[in-house]
C-alpha cells in the first residue's frame, strides 16, 4: 500500500496566487515526520519544511506553510505568492523509524507551473 | 555550515562496465548516510544507507553495492551495469537531531547504453 500519496501529478498557479499540494500518508507509528522538498530541472532536492507528529502547531517558513491535519493523515504544502521561480517538483515525504535508524518514504511528486 | 557533493555530475556508460559514484560531506560528523535512485518523472527510491562507517544497509536487492571507507565518504558501485540502472542518483546526509532532516546532493545523472 502506498505510504505516501501526493493525487495531483500537475497543478498551475497564477504569478502571486496561493497554492496548496496535497498529499495524504499512512503509518501506524506515534512518531514521525513529514518532509516537502523542492525539486527544479536541476535535479537537486531542496529541504522546504518539516513537521514532527507532535507538533500542535503549523510549520511555517517564508511563504511554506504545512497544513497538518493528524486525524486526516494529511500534510498539504501552501506556497503563498506564487512565483516564476517556485516552478518545479515537488515531494512530500515521510520519516519513519526503520531497522537502524529513520528511513524516508517519497511521494510521487507534483509538478508545479506557475503562470505569468 | 555542511555542504555535500556528488561527482561525476552526468555519466554515460556501456552495459556491463562498472560504476563508482562518490558522494562527501564537510562541516558535520558522523553522519547518516543515503543513496537514492530516481527514475524520470518519477519519486525517490532508497538504495543504500549508512549509520557509521563500513556499516551498510541495503533497501534493494539489486546488483549495486555501497560502501563508505570514511566517515563523511559514501560511495556507489556496480561491477556491471545493466540499462535498468540508468537514472539520477542522488545522495543525502542527515544527523539524527532534532528532527533528522535529510539534506541532498546536486546527484549523478546516469546514463547506461
Known amino acids: 500500500a502506498q505510504k505516501i500519496t501526493q493525487t495531483q501529478p500537475g497543478m498551475f498557479v497564477q504569478e502571486k496566487e496561493a497554492v496548496t499540494l496535497d498529499c495524504t500518508y499512512d503509518t501506524s507509528d506515534q512518531s514521525y515526520g513529514l518532509f516537502w522538498y523542492k525539486q527544479p530541472s536541476s535535479g537537486e532536492m531542496i529541504f522546504l519544511i518539516y513537521q514532527g507528529s507532535y507538533d500542535e502547531q503549523n510549520a511555517t517558513e517564508g511563504r511554506y506553510s504545512l497544513n497538518f491535519q493528524k486525524a486526516r493523515k494529511s500534510a498539504n504544502l501552501v506556497i503563498s505568492a506564487s512565483q516564476l521561480g517556485d516552478s518545479a517538483m515537488y515531494f512530500c515525504?515521510?520519516?519513519?523509524?526503520?531497522?537502524?535508524?529513520?528511513?524516508?518514504?517519497f511521494g510521487g511528486g507534483t509538478r508545479l507551473m506557475v503562470k505569468p | 555550515s555542511q555542504t555535500i557533493h556528488q561527482w561525476p555530475a552526468t555519466l554515460v556508460q556501456p552495459v556491463g562496465s562498472p560504476l563508482s559514484l562518490e558522494c562527501t560531506v564537510e562541516g558535520t560528523s558522523n553522519p547518516n548516510l543515503y543513496w537514492y535512485r530516481q527514475a524520470a518523472g518519477r519519486g525517490l527510491q532508497l538504495l543504500f544507507y549508512?549509520?557509521?562507517?563500513?556499516?551498510i544497509s541495503s533497501e534493494v536487492p539489486q546488483n549495486l553495492s555501497a560502501s563508505r571507507p570514511q566517515d563523511r565518504q559514501f560511495i556507489l558501485s556496480s561491477k556491471k551495469l545493466l540499462l535498468s540502472d540508468s537514472g539520477f542518483y542522488l545522495c543525502a546526509w542527515s544527523v539524527q537531531k532534532p528532527t533528522d532532516t535529510q539534506y541532498f546532493g546536486p546527484g549523478t545523472r546516469l546514463t547506461v547504453l
Open positions: 549508512s549509520v557509521g562507517i563500513g556499516q
Open positions: 515525504a515521510m520519516r519513519e523509524r526503520r531497522n537502524a535508524g529513520n528511513m524516508l518514504t
